[in-house]
């Protein structure tokens, strides 16, 4: 197990409705990743937070928003639901310094309908 | 053009077996990739990382080619454990968004 959690584990909603996804990142870690995987696809970067703050962001709209907390978990947030939005969210933690080895949580699978 | 592309597969291999698989990245600039493995409903988890010399981790065998811009990985003396798809993940300049490719499954026979 990699101590990375998530919640839910899964959820539907409604178009239209909004969804908060959380993650708990691993004892150590100040980085959290988070993806969405389609079926038969390969995660796909969202954004990453880093003490705090947005270090980076993937090619998803404005509607997907974070957050990190002091205690480095983190929340990722979707307004304005859509049927493309379903999907298994994954977050991911990781230190600062060590870039591609991340540790993934189960994953929240959420399916809009 | 996708960052990382591979072949889906599957692999459909018997216990014992040799089996290997490459991806591509797009990015000629990109120096860090590594190999995931993600078991069915599951979430992935790191297998390896690639190094320019290649690399080594028990059966697995992970190499470089840069000038033909693919990344391998190589399964020896194949178990019935190792069925799962695999991930091959570009890390790119920016060091913080893995990216990718769909996944190449792999499905070991008794």
């Known amino acids: 197990e990699t101590g990375v959690t998530q919640s839910p584990t899964h959820l539907i909603k409604t178009r239209g409705q909004q969804v908060t996804l959380r993650c708990s990142s691993q004892?150590?870690?100040?980085?959290v990743s988070w993806y969405q995987q389609a079926l038969g696809q390969g995660p796909q970067f969202i954004f990453q937070y880093y003490r705090e703050e947005e270090n980076g962001r993937g090619n998803f709209p404005p509607r997907f928003s974070g957050l990190q907390f002091p205690n480095y978990s983190s929340e990722l947030n979707v307004n304005a639901l859509e049927l493309d939005d379903s999907a298994l969210y994954l977050c991911?933690?990781?230190?600062?310094?060590?870039?591609?080895?991340?540790?993934f949580g189960p994953g929240t699978r959420l399916t809009v309908t | 053009r996708k960052e990382v592309e591979q072949d889906p597969g599957p692999f459909n291999v018997p216990e014992g077996a040799t089996v290997a698989f490459n991806c591509t990245y797009s990015n000629s600039a990109s120096q860090s990739f590594f190999w995931y493995r993600q078991d069915c409903r599951k979430e992935p988890k790191l297998l390896m990382s690639v190094y320019s010399s290649g690399n080594e981790d028990g059966r697995f065998t992970a190499q470089l080619n840069r000038a033909s811009q693919y990344i391998s990985l190589l399964i020896r003396d194949s178990k019935l454990s190792d069925s799962a798809t695999y991930l091959c993940v570009d890390l790119g300049l920016n060091d913080y968004k893995l990216s990718f490719g769909a996944g190449t499954t792999v499905t070991v026979r008794a």
């Open positions: 004892s150590g870690h100040n980085t």
């Open positions: 991911a933690s990781s230190s600062g310094d060590t870039g591609g080895e991340q540790y």
